[in-house]
């Protein structure tokens, strides 16, 4: 008796439910109006997709590290590609087993601090995903940028030296072989790009030492003064006062070398300084090769910058890249590097002369060549590094042929060799097509040195050797081997502690004959 009623009632629910639903249903004319709108917005999916699609496209097209190729369009108005993004090398993940391994992404810790990641856990966006400039993408992959202005940015640099000699060979008489505290750097720095393709950079030193040999006023002297455009038919183009493109030590920036000064036989002999002139730079699309030549005025005064002479002196040089192994998912945290360089200089008076003090910046010169008569020299040199994970090694040789005016040709040579190894687990960051092209960049440290309630962190810690040699003995003028030894503390990867242990020792040819002594160096360091 109960099925059949249940039966009916069923039916007549499910009848009931499909008028009702019939009653409401839209008229034909509504549901083709609903399509139509269907219609059109699968269409400006579409239209949205091609121009992404266009984007990135053009973006490819780009070389990658390169910034803006001029197009030409008219003659008022430049059309210029937009500049890829710089992206600073990060150092890869930490040792399996630090504790920053362990330490999850965003955790609060006991006392409310949080636990710093290292900087490789945060990935760098790919240039497509980028914000483009303001602006129609052309076809070709172009953007008119003739409307961009100068980015500008302020900056300074800073480093106090504090040095001791705890032993002073008593041959050495020098009254200069004494201690000292010096401003060793302080600088002021202003940088910018614009316009797609252009920076520059205004660096002046205020120094105290930074003196006038007549008047004795103190007053700044010019470092870096240059302007660059980008993108050029044969690469980067520069002009202004700038480092000299050769050797792997002279152009790694300041604020990125290991040791309180530059090896031996770098900086002020075999390698040249800043120096004004013009230069190109360049490489492959995967920044594996790169190559760089210029010409410069040769040794001008950084204070006076002028010289008022028929014979005005220059240098050639060329330098050549090469990274056979780079380990591109860690950006460069295991890589090999190696180089090769000419420095081709015509001296201005026709006067020459290599010398060199210990590795700190105010001191006796331990050997000397004393000024002869030479017209021209030609320096040539190979470079090394390697970076394994927290471990580095970085060494030059040179060599050099020295034209002299009355005795004929000389030899003379020198190298260094050094190695560092991070405590902390971080890597140095190698630069592949740098600001002055393949170059060491900055340290950054997994975390920066801090203390709060519940946590704190001791930044990173770098152990350091070298020994660096000049030789003289082709001038008969003896032989200088250096050996240092300490360690750096990084604050942060703009502030750091460096202490160098430096160990002098020289030949009987040399200025104060076969000489050993100790030097102590300590220097705190912070840019911005």
């Known amino acids: 008796m109960l099925a059949p009623r249940r039966a009916g009632l069923i039916l007549f629910y499910l009848l009931a ?86 330490l999850p992404d965003g955790d609060l810790n006991s006392g409310g601090w949080t636990g710093h990641l290292p900087p ?23 953007l ?7 980015n500008v940015k302020l900056g300074g640099h800073v480093q106090t030296d504090l040095i001791s000699w705890p032993y002073k060979d008593p041959d050495i008489t020098s009254p200069l072989a004494k201690n000292y505290f010096e401003f060793r750097r ?24 930074t003196v006038n040999d007549v008047t004795g006023v103190t007053y700044p002297a010019v470092k870096d003064a240059y302007f660059t455009i980008n993108e050029t038919p044969l690469g980067r183009f520069r002009i202004g006062n700038f480092f000299v493109p050769f050797s792997l030590e002279q152009v790694t920036n300041d604020t990125n070398t290991v040791f309180l000064e530059r090896s031996i ?26 190559w760089c030549s210029g010409i410069f005025i040769d040794n001008i005064s ?24 780079y380990d591109e998912p860690s950006k460069g945290r295991y890589m090999f590097f190696t180089g090769a360089g000419i420095l081709y200089t015509d001296d201005h008076d026709d006067r020459i002369r290599f010398r060199a003090r210990p590795q700190i910046h105010e001191g006796p010169f331990l050997i000397d060549s004393g000024v002869f008569d030479g017209q021209y020299y030609t320096t ?46 971080e890597n140095r960051n190698f ?58 503390w990084y604050w942060s990867d703009r502030v750091r502690m460096l202490f160098d242990w430096i160990h002098p020792i020289t030949t009987a040819q040399t200025v104060y004959g076969a000489t050993d002594s100790d030097i102590i160096g300590m220097r705190f360091d912070w840019n911005w």
């Not at 008119?144 to 100068?150: G, I, Q, Y």
């Not at 302080?186 to 030492?209: I, N």
């Not at 560092?420 to 687990?425: A, E, K, N």
Request: aromatic share 10%; charged share 20%; with cysteine.
């Open 380 to 425: 040539g040199n190979v470079e090394f590094a390697t970076v394994w994970g927290p471990f580095c090694v970085q060494s030059e040789m040179f060599l050099c042929n020295v034209d002299r005016n009355d005795a004929g040709s000389a030899h003379v040579y020198g190298a260094y060799a050094y190695a560092t190894y991070c405590l902390t687990g």
């Open 17 to 102: 439910t499909a008028t009702v639903a019939f009653a409401q249903a839209p008229p034909p004319s509504e549901l083709q109006a609903i399509l139509r709108r269907l219609d059109e917005q699968e269409a400006e999916l579409r239209r949205l997709r091609e121009k992404v699609a266009a984007h990135e496209d053009g973006l490819r097209r780009l070389p990658p590290t390169q910034g803006p190729a001029v197009l030409p369009a008219s003659a008022t108005t430049p059309i210029v590609l937009p500049a890829q993004p710089a992206v600073r090398q990060q150092p890869g993940p930490p040792e399996p087993g630090s504790p920053q391994a362990d």
């Open 120 to 142: 490789s856990a945060i990935a760098n966006p790919s240039p497509a995903e980028q914000d483009l400039p303001d602006g129609d993408l052309k076809s070709g992959g172009w």
């Open 144 to 150: 008119d940028m003739s409307n961009d202005k100068w």
């Open 302 to 325: 950084d204070a006076v910058q002028e010289r008022i002479d028929n014979n005005m002196g220059f240098r050639l040089s060329g330098r050549v890249t090469w990274l056979p192994y």
């Open 431 to 488: 630069e592949r097509f740098g600001q002055h092209g393949a170059q060491f960049g900055r340290f950054v440290p997994y975390n920066n040195v801090f203390w709060m309630p519940g946590g704190c962190s001791w930044g990173a810690w770098e152990v350091k050797g070298r020994w660096s040699l000049l030789s003289l003995t082709g001038l008969d003028d003896g032989q200088y081997n250096d050996f240092t030894v300490g360690f750096n």
């Open 186 to 209: 302080l600088r002021l720095v202003a940088e910018g790009t614009g316009y797609g393709v252009y920076d520059f950079r205004l660096q002046l030193t205020l120094e105290p030492e």
């Open 265 to 290: 036989p770098t900086q002020g002999v075999f390698a040249a300084d800043r120096e004004p002139g013009i230069a190109m730079y360049d490489c492959t699309a995967d920044q594996n090769i790169t």
